[in-house]
């Protein structure tokens, strides 16, 4: 089993920045693709960015190229998404994903984002 924490979200204004962080912990070993993804009301989950944890090849949706990094403490089994110049189109809950090599999928709890204008 897996466990994910996603910490960070919060209440920042339009151009604003934050940071997302997502604590692994359990067999973490079986993971070969680490990610996050978000949920805005009424909108499917959509993926914001994955990396591999092979050779951490990122991998970042079309809307958030250029804005938002994704990195990978491996000491630390620590994720994180580096998000800057937030628009009001990025407010949604962002939820930590871990994906083994069998395809199977852990989720962490969720944390909001909301960007004001």
């Known amino acids: 089993q897996v466990q994910l924490v996603e910490s960070g979200g919060g209440l920042v204004q339009t151009g604003g920045s934050l940071r997302l962080s997502c604590a692994a912990s359990?067999?973490?070993?079986?993971?070969?693709?680490m990610g996050w993804y978000r949920q805005a009301p009424g909108n499917t989950r959509e993926l914001v960015a994955t990396m591999t944890t092979s050779n951490g090849s990122p991998n970042y949706a079309d809307s958030v190229k250029g804005r938002f990094t994704i990195s990978r403490d491996n000491a630390k089994n620590t994720l994180s998404l580096q998000m800057n110049s937030l628009k009001a189109e990025d407010t949604a809950v962002y939820y930590c994903?871990?994906?083994?090599?069998?395809?199977?999928?852990?989720w962490g709890q969720g944390t909001q984002v909301t960007v004001s204008s």
């Open positions: 994903n871990g994906q083994t090599r069998l395809g199977w999928n852990y």
């Open positions: 359990g067999t973490t070993g079986s993971i070969s693709v």
